[in-house]
């Protein structure tokens, strides 16, 4: 029986198109952030983690990486020569941070800020940031009971907007 292959998608490579629906997906959190409506914080939470991802995936990908799943190299058309390691494919925030922190010694995890909150220990570092982030992914995108998350709040907002305008030195080169 024949090898089916996939090839890659258009966008795996395309750095400023991850980045331009990272910027979509970040509006959109902020307008639910400000709305001051707490059930809205359980949808701009979750946005505001895939704008984090997306803002990742596209530093990455300027870096040099393609968005496909390692899981599927064997089904890839030969010709494009991807290997594992190559390829970045992941959920989560604190692992897309480590692989561009051992990329990149200018992306240092460790970074402080200090962000409006009364809920949150600040300062904060920015690894700690996507730390908070990464179970909104997966306890607040659907209706399960959370483990991680015990709340999401205003305050997350104000922790995104550092951790974004923490990452736009390394968006900025992608425009």
């Known amino acids: ?29 902020k307008y639910l952030f400000e709305s001051g409506d707490p059930f809205l914080y359980l949808v701009a939470a ?6 984090l991802e997306k803002y990742l995936r596209a530093i990455l990908i300027a870096d040099g990486m393609t968005a496909f799943d390692p ?4 089904r890839l058309y030969p010709g494009v020569g991807l290997k594992k390691d190559e390829c970045v494919w992941d959920h989560k925030l604190v692992v897309l941070a480590n692989v561009f922190a051992a990329r990149n010694a200018n992306f240092d995890l460790d970074a402080r800020f200090v962000a409006p909150t009364v809920v949150v220990e600040m300062p904060m570092t920015i690894m700690k940031a996507f730390e908070m982030f990464d179970p909104f992914f997966s306890e607040l995108q659907y209706p399960v009971e ?13 922790v995104l907007d550092a951790v974004v305008e ?6 900025k080169k992608i425009y």
């Open 46 to 51: 979750p946005l505001g983690h895939l704008a």
């Open 71 to 74: 899981r599927r190299l064997a």
């Open 166 to 171: 923490y990452l736009e030195s390394f968006l």
């Open 1 to 29: 029986m024949a090898t089916t292959y996939v090839a890659l998608d258009r966008y795996a490579r395309n750095a400023a198109e991850w980045r331009l629906s990272g910027d979509i997906d970040y509006r959109a959190s």
């Open 146 to 158: 959370p483990n991680l998350v015990d709340e999401s709040g205003e305050e997350h907002d104000f």
